[in-house]
């Protein structure tokens, strides 16, 4: 909710203690951007681990399953674990 727009985000902005204009829109909209992507991260890595974890013994722990979905996302794939 912080993060929809301008206005409501100076408020926050304001409520900080932070000057207006201090966060600039571009600078707003490059969080939101990077919030996405960790959350597409962090809810595509709890899958993985949900699915896997039972029937695959290589992937035991959340930051396994991590690494095994940033490999696999970024297409390097290194092969040392397979679904």
């Keep these: 909710e912080l993060l929809v727009d ?15 204009g ?3 829109p571009y600078q707003l909209q490059l969080t ?6 960790f959350t597409l991260c962090s809810v595509s890595t709890g899958l993985i681990y949900t ?3 039972e029937v695959n013994e290589k992937i035991p722990d959340y930051f396994t399953a991590l690494y095994f979905g ?13 679904p």
């Design 6 to 20: 301008m206005e409501t985000f100076a408020k926050v902005e304001s409520s900080l203690g932070m000057k207006p």
């Design 22 to 24: 201090d966060v600039r």
């Design 32 to 37: 939101r951007v990077l919030i996405s992507i």
């Design 51 to 53: 699915a896997e974890h």
């Design 70 to 82: 940033l490999t696999t996302l970024t297409t390097v794939g290194f092969g040392d674990i397979a």
